[in-house]
T-cell receptor, first 112, second 113 residues
């Protein structure tokens, strides 16, 4: 069964600090992995996408890594801001839109 | 480009009623997928429409049905609403290729009382 597990479930950090979110998956076949940011009550917004051959991708203060051998990904947020408070969802695709497997997300709260 | 739009933003219904949610895809996209996201959970795939036909379906009962119009916009219909249908309903549109490049709308928050 295709599964995506994320950790931690929730995280509280001080503004300006860095943090790393984890994603482990058992999805086959693998096409790509995305990280989404979802504000409460809003639709997810794509941050990064990585294919099998890519092991790192950056988008501003967000840097995602992918280890296709161990089926692990991480999202590193640098110099966090209050606006980073959101849920971060890891999504793994088998190649078609109907075959996306979503993680349950990590809820990040950035405080003063 | 307006991106993916959904209406209404919020909706309150009572058990047993029927509801219709609407979605307009991003310009140039021809495929629309619908997801249900319960509070604190990841989105669950309901179904996908392409060329006005349901192409794929997730594990949802027949109470959930949909439609896609010639302009690629789509509707999600839910009959005989249950309390458990309360959720955020997300619409995502995809470009012709790659089909898994999905852009999500802001969602419709449905509350069933």
């Amino acid at each position: 069964k295709n599964q995506v597990e994320q950790s931690p479930q929730s995280l509280i950090i001080l503004e300006g600090k860095n943090c790393t979110l984890q994603c482990n998956y058992t999805v086959s076949p693998f096409s790509n992995l995305r990280w989404y940011k979802q504000d409460t009550g809003r639709g997810p917004v794509s941050l990064t996408i990585m294919t099998f051959s890519e092991n790192t991708k950056s988008n501003g203060r967000y840097t995602a890594t992918l280890d296709a051998d161990t089926k692990q990904s991480s999202l590193h947020i640098t110099a966090s801001q209050l606006s980073d408070s959101a849920s971060y969802i890891c999504v793994v695709s088998t190649g078609t839109a109907s075959k996306l497997t979503f993680g349950t997300g990590t809820r990040l709260q950035v405080t003063l | 480009d307006a991106g993916v739009t959904q209406s209404p933003t919020h909706l309150i219904k009572t058990r047993g009623q029927q509801v219709t949610l609407r979605c307009s895809p991003k310009s140039g996209h021809d495929t629309v997928s619908w997801y249900q996201q319960a509070l604190g959970q990841g989105p669950q795939f309901i179904f996908q429409y392409y060329e006005e036909e349901e192409r794929q379906r997730g594990n949802f009962p027949d109470r959930f049905s949909g439609h896609q119009f010639p302009n690629y916009s789509s509707e999600l219909n839910v009959n005989a609403l249950l309390l458990g249908d309360s959720a955020l309903y997300l619409c995502a549109s995809s470009s012709p290729w790659p089909t898994d490049t999905q852009y999500f709308g802001p969602g419709t928050r449905l509350t069933v009382l």
